[in-house]
């Protein structure tokens, strides 16, 4: 390896033929080939030495076929400048996939794009998560891996969770949490994808670290009630057409959401041949458009699949089965029908005094007192809280729901209201008993009371001579015993009795009868 000035013949100012010493530093080299190579360096001679030592090393390293490169001389390679790499890798010296981290990030995400749609995951996946990654790379300014800083990118998605005012005056909200939590996802996601195809040799944002999503929800939704359900279903059913789609349609469209829990991507996706209405209908899902990645069968109600069989007659086997507005109009659909569903509502009450009354709840509302809302995807919300509310098993839940986890299922779709709950505490056994068991304490001659399963025993006789809340209720006609004959041998049979309270059964619930 020998370092030195290439001579070029150029022209002076009198016409005469002058040699110039070129302004940079070449490296030449025998290749591990055998072909003379020589290299642009810089116009340093220092750098040019240790650009010219490090491509001695990886010459020798490719002629004896060792692929393994120390760590040092791995960090030198990707801090090459992208010209010296390139050209390194084209006269095979270095690899191609070492060489890549000279290619631009922003190609770099293109080409992991395209990785996940290979993978299976649906193009609004894919498309959402190199969008974050893109804007992160650009707002931080990175070309290339070695520009990657983990501080400054943490510093930029934190800034984008602040509001911004613009020059009109209207703000901007910052993201929250969980959508921070997201980008975080997505970065470590990439560049871990990066390291297993060789991109890079290791992931700069591995530290990178999320937030607590609990503690800011910029955008929490709200299961509707089933009279919300039933005031916006009609409502809707009669009113006028609305951004393509009639009244009619809209409200199959919601009643078909609310009753499957699909996505409004997932009901984009659907047409004629996507429904099987005859004995017991169901609706599949294609697996390029559900977010799990695979085929689902879902099972329909009999009263919407007559409806559908109505809505779908005479539209061909790939034809859309609803004509949906784009993503961000069906938002203003949903909200523009319960903005009518509320009007109408309201209209409903008589009396002056009972419309202001009604006008302080949420009913029908987009968004309630707590500040959760009602927007399309809330209806795959109140799908779910319905069925946790009817009683279905938690696994039948997530099942239908299509959630890889019950705890997504459970603590983030199922919302419970106040009637659910109370329900819930009435499910509890009772306490009070109209029965009573009566004994006669030891030393007294009144009848004293317990309540039925508590053991009779010396602290119990003890207390049943003080007085007792007990010694007031009637305890009807039940047999009693003394201690004598709880004395007397055993020759009869059990009898079980119920245990009460919420206390685990014990061997005091069994009575024993005298033959």
Known sequence: MKLRRMVTIERGADGQKVKVPSRKWYAVFVAFNGVLRRLPLTENRRAAEALANNIARLNDMRGSNETVLAPALAHAVEDMPAKIRERLAHWDIVRADRAAAAKPLSAHVADWKAALLAKGKTRAHAGLSAYRALRVIDGCKFACVGDVVCSKAQQFIADIRND??????????????????????????????????????????EDLSGVNAKTDKRHERRALTIDELRWLLEVTTIGPERYGMTGEDRALLYRL????????????????????????????????????????????????????????????PQAPAFTMPRVDIVIKMLRADLSDARAAWLN????????????????????????????????????????????????????????????????????????DLAGAIDTLPNLGSPARQSVRATGTDAAKSLPPGLPLNRANERNLAQPSAFNSLDVGNVKSFDKTEEKQPFTGEFEQVRVAGIEPARPFGQRILSP
């Open 257 to 316: 959401a609310v009753e499957t829990g699909l996505r409004s991507s997932e009901l984009r996706s659907l047409t004629r041949w996507s429904f099987r209405l005859a004995d017991r209908p169901t609706v599949t899902i294609a697996a390029g458009y559900a977010k799990n990645g695979e085929d689902d069968e879902l099972p329909l109600k009999p009263a919407t699949a007559a409806m559908l069989t109505k809505h779908l007659a005479g539209k061909m």
């Open 164 to 205: 911004r005012t613009h020059e009109n005056g209207k703000v901007e909200r910052g993201i929250g949490a969980a959508c921070f939590n997201s980008y975080v996802r997505d970065l470590r996601s990439f560049f871990r994808w990066m390291v297993r195809d060789n991109r890079a040799l290791g992931n700069p944002l």
């Open 348 to 419: 409903s009450h008589k009396t002056q005094s009972e419309r202001e009354e009604a006008e302080k709840s949420a009913f029908l509302a987009y968004r309630d007192e707590a500040g959760h809302v009602a927007d399309f995807h809330a209806l795959r919300h109140t799908f779910i809280s319905n069925l946790a509310a009817g009683g279905v098993h938690p696994k039948t839940a997530q099942t239908l729901a299509r959630h890889s986890t019950i705890t997504l299922t459970m603590d983030y779709y199922t919302h419970l209201r106040l009637p």
